[in-house]
């Protein structure tokens, strides 16, 4: 349990809550109410939605709140839209690794082995961006902060190689949580109160399995092409996201054509590029999965698949990386001067980059300026900068959740396989990637352009792959 969180352990997530509690309280106001516990003011359970409660002396004041939540649902939320298809042979019941005979379990392997022989090559491209020049810069970060940035700064370097940070696009954050990957400098769009000539933040909050981006005024009123990032898109939501972009937008591709009737305005509904970090591949699910076609013309079946995301974990529980951002630098060969090593490699990303994408100069220069992903240009120490700790704590601890569920699994080791702990490892990462490759073929078939790459040191995180998309 953290220091000033509720006491209440989560069952189902396997960790305490993370709201705060009242002074002198041990439970948050949520957990005291549902626990019985006596206090000064009293909860009720909400009539609108019995799965909250409200204090008794609030409820007028929360059910204007509650009924607006619960009014008439926006044009973009259609229910299930993004899930996938169902299949009859899809059986929900769960398994352990355990059930699994040997014989059946080594044969698996072997397949994964030769499939992964077969499909797949990963290159390696870490690049940087300028945007996060000044927060990489910064001495007083540790690992925890460094190590969010890094990814960051690739993951934007990617994109702007790809030709996608320029003047007239809109970005869309699929599971953002506080937008840190969109807003890079700031922290959530509550920061971002901008003038008529600065970009413009909105946030969606719904479920990506019932988003409809075509539908929302942001993107359908605008004729610039949309570009959907994501960094670490838990399990299923990585499909939920790609069946988003390539259902509710159009892609262009010849022959392709969108869920709904072409219309006029289709042409405003353009999908302009895809940038996803890939996470947590033990939580896929098969109704979602958008890697169906690779998966069954390679003679692997829906049990095969979920065999293939438990094994996956065998990778991640026993990953152990750089601890203090000394040991990065001793690592890489490098000096504590970071910050001068740094400014020479996004000066030579830079000139690869115009080198690749030839834009104009001075338009490129001026697109920048006017984009949220350029660094601020303000001295103030930013929101973000104030809650880095506070930000870099939650985020290290969502990732310490899922190694933690991880490690469950992993404790099923088959000593009848003969597997050393290498070997372990090296089937887990296996399974991922051909988890990944199946997304990757998907694009292909929609007619985009499509890699995977380790875009950043595994030493960071040992989720560090991503998929890369634009139109042909």
Avoid at 317 to 332: F, I, L, R, Y
Avoid at 390 to 408: F, H, I, L, Q
């Amino acid at each position: 349990m953290t220091d000033g969180h509720c006491s209440f352990f989560l069952e189902k997530k396997r960790r305490f809550c993370r709201f705060k509690p009242n002074s002198g309280q041990k439970y948050c106001a949520e957990h005291t109410g549902l626990l019985g516990i006596p206090t000064d003011r009293k909860r009720i359970i909400c009539p609108i939605d019995t799965k909250h409660t409200c204090y008794e002396d609030q409820l007028t004041k929360h059910l204007k709140k509650c009924r607006k939540q619960q009014g008439v649902l926006p044009a973009y939320h259609c229910p299930g839209i993004n899930s996938g298809e169902a299949d009859e042979d899809d059986l929900d019941a769960k398994f352990s690794l355990l059930d699994i005979p040997t014989e059946d379990l080594k044969q698996l392997i072997l397949k994964i082995n030769k499939l992964y022989d077969e499909h797949i090559k990963i290159p390696t491209e870490i690049l940087s961006h300028s945007c996060l020049e000044e927060e990489l810069c910064n001495n007083s970060y540790g690992i925890p902060a460094i190590r969010h940035r890094k990814q960051q700064a690739s993951l934007i370097g990617h994109l702007e190689k790809m030709g996608l940070i320029k003047e007239a696009m809109t970005f869309v954050e699929l599971g953002a949580g506080k937008g840190m990957l969109g807003t890079c400098r700031y922290k959530a769009d509550n920061f971002h109160k901008w003038d008529d000539k600065g970009p413009k933040f909105e946030r969606i909050r719904i479920d990506i399995e019932h988003l409809h981006l075509g539908k929302v005024n942001t993107i359908s009123e605008s004729c610039n092409p949309v570009v959907a990032v994501g960094k670490h898109l838990c399990g299923s939501a990585t499909d939920l996201a790609v069946h988003c972009v390539t259902h509710t937008l159009t892609t262009e591709a010849d022959g392709e054509e969108p869920v709904e009737k072409k219309s006029k305005n289709d042409k405003c509904k353009k999908f302009g590029g895809l940038s996803i970090a890939l996470c947590c591949h033990h939580r896929c699910q098969w109704k979602p999965y958008v890697g169906k076609a690779f998966f069954q013309k390679n003679g692997l079946s829906i049990k095969d698949f979920k065999i293939l995301c438990k094994l996956s974990s065998w990778t991640a529980a026993t990953w152990t990386g750089w601890k203090s951002v000394d040991e990065m630098n001793k690592s890489q060969g490098t000096s504590t001067d970071y910050s001068k090593l740094l400014v020479e490699k996004t000066k030579l990303h830079q000139e690869a980059v115009s080198s690749i994408v030839p834009d104009n100069s001075q338009q490129e220069e001026k697109a920048l300026a006017n984009s949220d992903y350029l660094k601020s240009k303000e001295k103030d120490t930013s929101l973000l900068d104030r809650n880095v700790n506070t930000a870099d704590t939650e985020s290290s601890d969502s990732e310490t959740e899922e190694r933690s569920n991880d490690t469950e699994q992993i404790s099923i080791k088959r000593p009848e396989l003969n597997l050393s702990i290498k070997e372990r490892e090296e089937i887990g990462r296996k399974c991922k990637r051909l988890i990944d490759y199946g997304r990757v073929e998907y694009l292909k078939e929609k007619g985009l352009n499509c890699d995977m790459k380790v875009y950043i040191e595994e030493q960071l995180t040992p989720e560090n792959v991503a998929i890369f998309a634009k139109p042909s």
